[in-house]
């Protein structure tokens, strides 16, 4: 079965750091690119940003470009996303997903496998 799965999510104080991690199984995750996004509380599903399946290439969007980073290791067959400077408004639910292409012109980037998400509660 192909899936991802995310891990990583937790409590944190603003402005404190907090890396998730997407792990694949059942399939080479370094054919695909990897896409992140989040849904906060009564808010509709955002995208955040994508890596390419080689690791090459980045794009963020504005909302989390300079504070988040999105990487990979494809030996381990693992994305991962770095969270700093945390604030309250980043409270939600984080999903990572695989697919062909990323394309951030879509809501969905055109992913095709998603996580169930993990859960980042940041507060004091």
């Known amino acids: 079965q192909m899936q991802v799965v995310e891990s990583g999510g937790g409590l944190v104080q603003p402005g404190g750091s907090l890396r998730l991690s997407c792990a694949a199984s059942?399939?080479?995750?370094?054919?695909?690119?990897i896409g992140w996004f989040r849904q906060a509380p009564g808010k509709e599903r955002e995208g955040l940003g994508c890596?390419?399946?080689?690791?090459?290439?980045?794009n963020y969007e504005r909302s989390v470009k300079g504070r988040f980073i999105i990487s990979r290791d494809n030996v381990k067959n693992t994305g991962y996303l770095q969270m700093n400077n945390l604030k309250l408004e980043d409270t939600a639910v984080y999903y990572c997903?695989?697919?062909?292409?990323?394309?951030?012109?879509?809501?969905?980037?055109?992913?095709?496998?998603w996580g169930k998400g993990t859960l980042v509660t940041v507060s004091s």
């Open positions: 997903a695989a697919g062909v292409y990323c394309r951030m012109e879509k809501g969905d980037y055109g992913m095709d496998y």
């Open positions: 890596i390419t399946s080689s690791g090459g290439h980045t």
């Open positions: 059942g399939f080479t995750l370094g054919y695909y690119a």
